[in-house]
């Protein structure tokens, strides 16, 4: 049994200069992300925001889940994490005690993820679980301030082991469990799941604008999207001419994640999928990459050879003790994605607790079962010390109830609109009376002549009907806070 797993794992041979661009690329996309929450850090991340920790640990907490931001709800205290996740990821950018680095970025990620769950969305898992597994993969040997005196990397560019199997297993997983998870009939029989997408407008792009009145167009489309997402995965395991057979799949990955993104707002989730193709890339395609980027490694080593090891370690062979763990990590993941599934499986409640310590857990249910049709927007009646009626949703604009021209342009970032849409939930009603405090407050400290005594959360419903059939908003009120 041994031997044959020895050389099944022989059979897939993964490039060292690739797991090193996938961690550059994962660094950069951390480094990102991190930016644009920061921009939010009071908000939500914070007592004084849409998520105090009072309400948190009563509402969205997981008593398996660990946060260090979950300490303390200052800013002051807030901005110190996010420094130091910034200086992690910085040095895992540059393969800077890359493995020190990778740690601290992936516990410090988890963290950040479990602090405020109401804004996450399935780009931050597939982030998260690059981290993971990033803490047992060799991608600090080459682009790396850690590998700048490795005499023997240029003789050892290819990688066999279980570790690689598992990654592509993972980058596998996201397409595939989407594909089956999406099981309501505009995927299958309609092939009107793109239809219903582009018709949500808090995510509708202008080139989806373009696309959207050609049916025939988005069915076939649809039905293209579902074929690769449940076989094109496939193409990963191939064991014959494997690197030709992977490179396809990457090729159709990237494409789709670049249609994805230039059509619908989804926030960081193409750009993190196509960091993660990064790690599959053959050895003839970072033969060329190598060539490119020559000139800039041989100007920028020089620079970072002083902080570099004297020395570093590439005969470290995996211990049966790391493969076997490996194998249970694979085993237990795979059972966590078939239990979100319709296959009948739910993954024994006993076993939950391990994957939500260590944040494995994971759910690519993109648009399945089927595409969410609550679409609108919504307006934030205020009413002012003299009576007057704002909306400060458009920063104290007069109550106008027609649809706005460019709905997804109102919103300030993809966080934002992950809030939004929970908070339209029936389940998640508590949130709108925090939201509904925090707006109140932010309006009346900037404009101590013109605070609000009243607001009123409005959201005008517009439920996404078939064939294109006009639709009349229906207006719903969410809540009411005042003073």
């Not at 949130?431 to 607001?455: A, D, F, Q």
């Amino acid at each position: 049994m041994v031997k044959f797993f020895n050389q099944l794992i022989l059979r897939y041979t993964f490039d060292l200069r690739a797991f090193a661009l996938m961690r550059i690329c994962i660094a950069l996309v951390v480094l990102l992300d991190l930016c644009i929450r920061l921009t939010d850090l009071e908000a939500h991340y914070t007592n004084h925001g849409i998520l105090p920790l009072k309400a948190m640990f009563e509402y969205c907490w997981n008593e398996y889940h660990f946060s260090f931001h979950a300490i303390n709800g200052m800013w002051q205290f807030q901005l110190v994490l996010f420094l130091i996740s910034i200086v992690s990821a910085s040095c895992l950018l540059l393969g800077f005690k890359t493995k020190t680095s990778t740690f601290i970025s992936w516990i410090l990620m988890c963290s950040l993820h479990s602090r405020n769950s109401m804004i996450l969305q399935g780009g931050d898992d597939l982030l998260r679980m690059c981290l993971f597994w990033g803490l047992f993969l060799p991608w600090q040997r080459f682009y790396s301030i850690d590998g700048i005196n490795d005499v023997k990397k240029y003789e050892e560019k290819s990688y066999h082991g279980i570790v690689g199997i598992a990654l592509m297993l993972q980058i596998a997983y996201v397409y595939f469990f989407s594909g089956l998870q999406k099981s309501s009939p505009e995927w299958h029989q309609d092939a009107t799941a793109l239809y219903y997408a582009l018709s949500f407008d808090q995510i509708l792009l202008p080139l989806g604008k373009v696309i959207y009145f050609y049916p025939e167009l988005l069915k076939t489309l649809t039905q293209i999207v579902i074929k690769i997402e449940v076989f094109a995965p496939f193409l990963f395991f191939i064991p014959v001419k494997n690197n030709v057979f992977r490179s396809i799949a990457v090729f159709i990955f990237i494409a789709m994640h670049i249609g994805i993104t230039s059509i619908l707002f989804v926030g960081l989730f193409s750009l993190i999928g196509i960091s993660t193709q990064m790690a599959m890339l053959p050895s003839f395609a970072m033969d060329w990459f190598d060539k490119i980027t020559n000139r800039i490694q041989k100007k920028i080593t020089p620079i970072f050879i002083l902080f570099a090891p004297q020395q570093i370690n590439t005969n470290s062979p995996s211990s049966i003790v790391k493969n076997f763990s490996i194998a249970l990590l694979i085993w237990y993941i795979s059972l966590w994605n078939i239990g979100n599934t319709n296959l009948g499986y739910t993954i024994n409640p006993s076993l939950r607790w391990f994957g939500h310590i260590l944040r494995l857990d994971q759910n690519w249910g993109v648009f399945a079962p089927g595409v969410i049709k609550d679409d609108g927007w919504y307006i934030l009646e205020a009413t002012t010390i003299d009576d007057r009626k704002i909306d400060i949703y458009r920063n104290g604009m007069e109550i106008d109830y027609k649809k706005p021209k460019n709905i997804v342009s109102e919103i300030k970032n993809d966080r934002w609109r992950k809030y939004g849409e929970q908070m339209m939930m029936q389940y998640n009603g508590w949130m709108r009376g925090y939201y509904c405090n925090y707006v109140t407050r932010k309006w009346n400290e900037s404009h101590p002549e013109n605070h609000i005594k009243k607001l009123e959360i409005v959201y005008m419903l517009e439920f996404t009907q078939p064939d294109y059939k006009v639709v009349v908003p229906k207006r719903e009120s969410l809540n009411t806070c005042g003073h």
